[in-house]
């Protein structure tokens, strides 16, 4: 039987080392410049101490339960005989694995409430879920097929940069930062360990260049739907003046 808990000290020091420079910070932003009263203060502490519990726990499981199947999973479907039924159904894992991701989350709640409504959290999470499930597709593609990383990257990167020209500065930081934001703990446990694994049981595929390029894919596909969802909506402001 696994222990759950083994390698748990290592984690609450990594998880220290993290938070800490936050909590140094706010502490001297708080003498100098905020100087909030104490009710407020007990509530961003109790804030910090949730986090740290749950942050902590969340990346234990990662390490005893994420992480290890998603290798297992990625190594029995590299060994199947029909193995790109997968790519439909990697479409489908990097849908939920973006929508469910905390800090995407967050994000999107942000942007509605700054926005006043006129982008609906519902709409940019699923824009993006879309993008990364694409991406995923495109990175299973890749590691049957071999294609180099680049065809994909650097033709996405030029498209991005010309869509970013076109697009309001609103859309074009929601896309740069939905970027960034999608590779969190979901993605880069659960799927990053999946793709490893099944890079190494692949003939002639890199576990280091092939598994881990997915996420150099995934960081792209949310500027892209980000930036397509913006000349939507600009064509929508067009049509309706």
Same mark, same amino acid.
């Given at each position: ?25 706010? #502490? ?63 479409? =489908? ?33 699923v824009t993006i879920s879309i993008g990364?499930?694409?991406?995923? #597709?495109? /990175? ?19 498209? /991005? *940069?010309?869509?970013?020209s076109k697009s309001s500065k609103l *859309? ?8 960034? =934001?999608?590779?969190?703990? %979901?993605?880069?446990?659960? #799927?990053? /360990? ?8 692949t003939e002639g595929r890199d576990p ?5 390029? %997915? =996420? ?6 949310? =500027?892209? /739907? ?16």
């Amino acid at each position: 039987m696994i222990n759950v808990f083994n390698g748990f000290t290592d984690v609450l020091i990594d998880v220290t080392y993290a938070l800490l420079p936050l909590l140094i910070f706010f #502490m001297i932003f708080q003498i100098f410049f905020l100087r909030l009263k104490w009710p407020r203060v007990r509530d961003i502490l109790m804030g910090f101490l949730l986090t740290y519990v749950g942050l902590s726990l969340f990346l234990q499981g990662v390490n005893v339960g994420f992480m290890p199947i998603g290798e297992m999973m990625g190594e029995v479907i590299g060994g199947l005989s029909n193995r790109y039924i997968f790519i439909p159904i990697g479409f =489908i894992l990097g849908f939920f694995a973006a929508f469910a991701e905390p800090a995407l989350q967050v994000q999107t709640k942000q942007v509605e409430r700054i926005s006043a409504g006129a982008i609906p959290r519902r709409v940019l999470l699923v824009t993006i879920s879309i993008g990364v499930g694409l991406s995923i #597709m495109l /990175s299973i593609v890749r590691i049957f097929v071999g294609f180099s990383i680049w065809y994909f990257v650097l033709p996405g990167y030029l498209l /991005s *940069f010309y869509l970013a020209s076109k697009s309001s500065k609103l *859309f074009t930081a929601i896309a740069f930062d939905s970027g960034g =934001i999608v590779t969190g703990p %979901m993605i880069s446990t659960f #799927m990053l /360990s999946l793709f490893v694994g099944l890079a190494g049981v692949t003939e002639g595929r890199d576990p280091l260049i092939d598994g881990f390029g %997915m =996420i150099a894919l995934v960081a792209l596909a949310p =500027i892209l /739907s980000v930036l397509l969802l913006g000349r939507i909506y600009a064509g929508g402001k067009k049509g309706a003046s």
